[in-house]
């Protein structure tokens, strides 16, 4: 973090010598929106038009209420059909055939990955995990149409994202099992994931705090002149939250470069949508912002990167929020905490796992052109799996953090009554040492 | 009822009432909220900082602002009515000055300010969020105690929001009643990761702030909002920084120790007067300044609970919510206070 102040305070010191002057405003071009204020009439204007303040419009001498349009509500815009075929050719992003390959072994890595840490939960050996089933191409689609310098802010199932920026399996792992290579100094319960490098921000338990926090960390972006946009990842329950009214409207009164990802995966635990929002889900809601919106088959990596990478250009170019509602389901339960058989049918997961996945979707798509087979496919899940097992090994034989860390970084230096409650805790362990599980950790 | 009757008469011939002013109603009542409760006493005017100018508590604070946006090109303030100077103009002039993209209001929604704050902090700019009262900071509870207090230690230090500095105008003001009168620092009190800090008076305010806005730390500032215009110091125009966590002897006493922060500092200088006065007792009177994390070497030299001739008093609001017309019964003004001290020499 001091580093990415320390080069914008380059930046921003080179900007103010140069031009003089101690702040600077936005300088990107700003198209014309239509706003209340701009179509006022003046006041002695002889035609009768409302000069409220609050909205503009046109009066209306008929009493019609406006009926929410949820049966045919906002399209989903997709790419590939469900056997991976391009419907609309001009819409193929044709990427590389090294990029697609990318996201493919990205999406089946986070796979791989998924099964063996769900299991090592089941066994007893890390507290707790939250797997991705269904969901890896909204991750690796919209990670793949992202600079590495955009910050990233999650919600807790978004691990796709982070895989594809390169965080290593080591230490994905690391922080499953809270050990001393985790980078968050096993702190926090696993999928909580964090990387400066990657700028990805620390994820956190309680839902949708992220939203308000990424329209900030936009806006300083925004002051920065850095060609950068914030990402912020959120689910359909997570909508639900007054912090993510507050940040849908603060992004868009403060012209925040924002791209708001909602991954509707049609159930919060075991809230399903029609209990969760009676409108038309979540990229309805973006109009009502003033904010530019659009619904994605969040299944097709392709269409979530073509809307990905759309919103991103303008986000930066028009300083303006972006809404992008990624539809798609929830193929694992909740986390390891939680059965979903209790309140949904096997028939309805299945259906998504056999006739709607984003992974074999684009495996369809690769193999169409040749670019992936049998051979590739076995070979690939063969030593993907091997390196998971590997990065497990190694988690599992690795110690503990040393415990001074549970009291480091509360405040950025220590305080006197933190270090007294470390003495006192040493002191303790000096007479009941037996009690305390001291070989697991570091010394 | 003869001015009632009055009032009916008159009105037949209608605009007569009202320029006839409201002589009829009689000579007014005494209005309980008029008489401030403290008077404040401002402290020598300081040598160590260079020029001094007169500043009232809300000038102090608009010059702290003032100096950060001047020196930190990525500091920006922002809140509710910011942009045309503030409800209790702590912010006037600063837009004029810095640009509308460093001071701007933002929508109304405390856990959004907050929220946003923490971002701007977390991407490396310096963070002002204005809450407009005190009593309002409760929707934005969670993003303080759950996010920025816990931001550095749940991150491994890989992020923080230490460039976020909360500002809040509070405590009792005469009027104020339930929801621009209340003292919240308690609820954050035991919240590790963020600093809480009252000022007493201009002087102290600007220097505080200005330690907030340098700390690494998320911190919250209370502004005694009774204070912003009868609290008058002269005040260093330059910056200046007073440390914060550490609290601040006023006055010297072997007796018994009066420990408070804001308002009632001023309040508990008086009491150690009138203790001295009636009682021959000699009061040391501390400021507390930073309510977290608290100085306690100077407040509690060691544990000092065995060293104690009388068990600790506190002396507070009633437990109600705080009232309107009460509250010249609510406050623990003086009388309370020396009440307090009186019936601790006696114990």
Known sequence: MA?????????????????????FGVTHYRPFRVNGALHQQPFDSLEEKPQFPGASAEFVDRLEFIQPNVISGIPVYRVMDRQGQIINQAEDPKLSKEMVLNCYKKMTLLNTMDRILYESQRQGRISFYMTNYGEEGTHVGSAAALEPNDIIFGQYREAGVLMYRGFPLDLFMAQCYANADDLGKGRQMPVHYGSKDLNFVTISSPLATQIPQAAGAAYAVKRENSNRVVICFFGEGAASEGDAHAGFNFSATLECPIIFFCRNNGYAISTPTNEQYRGDGIAARGPGYGMMSIRVDGNDVFAVYNATKEARRRAIAENQPFLIEAMTYRIGHHSTSD?????RSVDEVNYWDKQDHPISRLRHYMTARGWWGEEEEKTWRKQSRKHVMEAFERAEKRHKPRLDLLFSDVYQEMTPNIEKQKEAMWNHLKHYKEQYPLDLYDK | MAAAARLVLRTASGAKVLRAGLGWLGAPIRVPHAAAHFTFHPDPVPTRHGPTQKMNLFQSITSA???????DPTAVIFGEDVAFGGVFRCTVGLRDKYGKDRVFNTPLCEQGIVGFGIGVAVAGATAIAEIQFADYIFPAFDQIVNEAAKYRYRSGNMFDCGNLTIRAPWGCVGHGSLYHSQSP????????????????SPVQAKGLLLSCIADKNPCIFFEPKILYR????????????????QAEVLQEGSDVTLVAWGTQVHVMKEVAAMAQEKLGVSCEVIDLQT???????????????????????????YDTPFPHIFEPFYIPDKWKCFDAVKRMINY
């Open chain 1, 339 to 343: 059965d979903s058989s209790a309140y």
């Open chain 2, 185 to 200: 620092e308690a609820f954050f009190a035991h919240c590790p990761g963020i600093k809480v800090v009252i000022p007493r």
């Open chain 2, 65 to 71: 602002l003032d100096n950060t946006l001047s020196s």
């Open chain 1, 3 to 23: 580093a990415l102040r320390g080069l914008y305070r380059t930046g921003l010191g080179a900007l103010c010598r140069r031009k003089g002057y101690q702040g």
């Open chain 2, 291 to 317: 309510i977290l994390p608290w100085d306690t070497e100077t407040v509690c030299k060691e544990e000092c609970f065995l060293n104690l001739e009388a068990p600790i008093a506190r002396v507070c609001g």
């Open chain 2, 230 to 245: 009868a609290a008058v110091e002269q005040v260093p125009t330059e910056p200046y920084l007073i440390p914060l966590s």
